[in-house]
């Protein structure tokens, strides 16, 4: 079995506004296998459709350019290269924190809703 660490960055703001839908602008993973040797790394950018200004707080804090996320795919296509990526049967996925697991669960969640709905 092999393991899938991956940390995302999200759309950001200071201060939050109320009315504020994170979005991921950036998926990076590794591929380890049970020895800790990193086989393979994945990283994508993400063109966020709902806020697709990056605010200068987020800009700042994350060092994605605005341009870097205009000349990206959205979340779906990204999503699909990523498991395309990971190739594998079986896997354990973790987050780098608990913030991340968080935004692709409801990320993942509010597409799914979309799709059926």
């Known amino acids: ?3 899938i660490v991956f940390d995302l960055e999200a759309t950001c703001w200071n201060p ?8 991921i602008i950036e998926i ?13 790394e994945f990283s994508s950018f993400v063109q966020p459709v709902i806020n697709r200004t990056l605010s200068v707080y987020c800009r700042q804090l994350t060092h994605i350019e605005q341009n870097q996320v205009d000349k990206a795919q959205i979340f779906p296509k990204v999503i699909e290269r990523w498991i395309d990526w990971i190739d594998e ?10 913030f991340d697991i968080k935004v692709l669960t409801k990320t993942v969640i509010t597409i799914e809703f ?3 709905g």
């Open 1 to 3: 079995m092999n393991y």
């Open 16 to 23: 939050l506004p109320r009315d504020a839908k994170q979005e």
């Open 28 to 40: 990076g993973a590794v591929k380890i296998n049970h020895f800790g040797e990193i086989l393979n």
């Open 114 to 116: 979309q799709r059926i």
């Open 89 to 98: 049967d079986s896997y354990l996925l973790l987050s780098w924190g608990s």
